[in-house]
């Protein structure tokens, strides 16, 4: 028994569950088309071609991918530290509209970067009040950050529609100097609508890394995540921790928000429902398993997914929700890893038995 524990806990079983998670999702895909009458050998192999198959697609599956890193990230960081921050949604919806705002009142040389930061502090103060509550009260995060999303869904719908509505149901967009789309990067994926923003995913997922392993304060916020107890008893101060991560993991938020102002359309709109960005950097969080370079592995993948969706009602007939169904089924089967490591524990065991 200790030989399975010891095997399943290994460093190479936290690569292999995921991916076993994602191979089970694609087979049950499969049945699912089966069942449905369609051919799952041409509805994936539509699927990649939508991808791979064409450089419009894969720019498209890469400008999906910033904000799905980003809200990993945010995800990510606060897991790591022992918090549930299930308002990534709201702190991006947030970060979105103050980028825009100052993305259309900031014209000069530093209009984009301003803009950025916006993103990132409205995001890291709607992070701020579940962080204080649980801080101060022990309010549970995960309530809070639920119901605050709903609070920047409507407080921005609100501010747009009284104070910034230009045309339609959107505001203006951003001056050139803000904006952060590139022809360069449109140029080399046949027009998609790739940015710099994906520059920037990346260089977050280099910034938690730094954080959390090459800092001191980084070793305190995983501290106070695993023990409180302890981490007090060391002297470290937890509430300032705990605020701090939620802060810092709703910057991340932000930035994702402003990625899609600044970037990916120039504008903030009035939103009849939630953007799903932030709840899906749940899944990548969770299939990413918490670190920088398993978030953007899973966030080409759930990009690709989603990219790749329309070509396979197109060339294959395959509904695109059938995508959000192996979605939802790769994360079960990531859910389920203990049961995963149960079994491959098992047969590494009986492998050294004969």
Same mark, same amino acid.
Request: net charge positive; proline share 2%; glycine share 14%.
């Given at each position: +028994?200790?030989?399975?524990?010891v095997?399943?806990?290994?460093?190479?079983?936290?690569?292999?569950?995921? !991916?076993?998670?994602?191979?089970?999702?694609?087979? =049950?895909?499969?049945?699912?088309?089966?069942?449905?009458?369609?051919?799952?050998?041409?509805?994936?192999?539509?699927?990649?071609q939508?991808?791979?198959?064409?450089?419009y697609?894969?720019?498209?599956?890469? #400008?999906?991918?910033?904000?799905?890193?980003?809200?990993?990230?945010a995800?990510?960081?606060?897991?790591?530290?022992?918090?549930?921050?299930?308002?990534?949604?709201?702190?991006?919806?947030?970060?979105?509209?103050? =980028?825009?705002?100052?993305?259309?009142?900031?014209?000069?040389?530093?209009?984009?970067?301003?803009?950025?930061?916006?993103?990132a502090?409205?995001?890291?103060?709607?992070?701020?009040?579940?962080? $204080?509550?649980?801080? #101060?009260?022990e309010?549970?995060?995960?309530?809070?950050?639920?119901?605050?999303?709903?609070?920047?869904?409507?407080?921005?719908?609100?501010?747009?529609?009284?104070?910034? !509505?230009?045309?339609?149901?959107?505001?203006?967009?951003?001056?050139?100097?803000?904006?952060?789309?590139?022809?360069?990067?449109?140029?080399?994926?046949?027009?998609?609508?790739?940015?710099?923003?994906?520059?920037?995913?990346?260089?977050?997922?280099?910034? +938690?890394?730094?954080?959390?392993?090459?800092?001191?304060?980084g070793?305190e916020l995983?501290?106070?995540?695993?023990?409180?107890?302890?981490?007090?008893?060391?002297?470290?101060?937890?509430?300032?921790?705990?605020?701090?991560?939620?802060?810092?993991?709703?910057?991340?938020?932000?930035?994702?928000?402003?990625?899609?102002?600044?970037?990916?359309?120039?504008?903030?709109?009035i939103?009849?429902?939630?953007?799903?960005?932030?709840?899906?950097?749940? =899944?990548?969080?969770?299939?990413?398993?918490?670190?920088?370079?398993?978030? $953007?592995?899973?966030? $080409?993948?759930?990009?690709g997914l989603?990219?790749?969706?329309?070509? +396979?009602?197109? =060339?294959?007939?395959?509904?695109?929700? !059938?995508?959000?169904?192996?979605i939802?089924?790769?994360?079960?089967?990531?859910?389920?890893?203990?049961?995963?490591?149960?079994?491959?524990?098992?047969?590494?065991?009986?492998?050294?038995?004969?």
């Amino acid at each position: +028994m200790k030989r399975i524990l010891v095997g399943a806990r290994g460093k190479s079983f936290g690569l292999i569950v995921p !991916l076993i998670a994602i191979a089970f999702g694609f087979l =049950a895909g499969g049945l699912i088309m089966l069942v449905s009458g369609n051919n799952p050998i041409l509805g994936y192999a539509a699927l990649f071609q939508g991808v791979f198959g064409d450089m419009y697609y894969f720019g498209e599956t890469l #400008r999906m991918m910033t904000p799905l890193i980003l809200s990993g990230l945010a995800v990510a960081f606060a897991f790591r530290t022992g918090l549930l921050n299930i308002g990534v949604e709201g702190q991006l919806i947030v970060g979105w509209l103050a =980028a825009v705002v100052v993305g259309i009142y900031v014209d000069g040389p530093m209009a984009f970067v301003l803009a950025i930061a916006a993103g990132a502090v409205a995001g890291g103060l709607w992070g701020f009040v579940p962080g $204080f509550l649980k801080a #101060r009260y022990e309010v549970h995060e995960v309530i809070v950050t639920i119901m605050m999303n709903y609070i920047a869904l409507h407080v921005s719908n609100h501010f747009i529609r009284n104070y910034l !509505l230009a045309s339609g149901q959107r505001t203006e967009f951003v001056n050139q100097s803000a904006s952060i789309s590139s022809p360069f990067l449109e140029s080399l994926t046949d027009f998609s609508r790739l940015h710099w923003g994906f520059a920037i995913a990346i260089g977050a997922c280099v910034v +938690m890394w730094f954080i959390l392993w090459k800092t001191n304060k980084g070793y305190e916020l995983r501290a106070v995540g695993y023990n409180k107890n302890a981490s007090s008893y060391a002297g470290m101060n937890v509430k300032t921790n705990i605020v701090l991560s939620m802060v810092i993991s709703g910057g991340f938020a932000g930035v994702g928000g402003a990625m899609e102002g600044l970037g990916t359309y120039g504008y903030a709109q009035i939103l009849s429902g939630f953007t799903n960005l932030g709840f899906d950097g749940i =899944a990548v969080a969770l299939l990413g398993a918490s670190t920088s370079v398993g978030i $953007f592995l899973a966030a $080409f993948l759930f990009g690709g997914l989603k990219i790749g969706a329309s070509n +396979m009602q197109s =060339a294959a007939g395959v509904a695109p929700e !059938l995508v959000e169904i192996v979605i939802a089924l790769i994360i079960f089967f990531v859910a389920s890893s203990y049961l995963i490591r149960w079994i491959l524990g098992r047969l590494q065991q009986n492998k050294e038995e004969k």
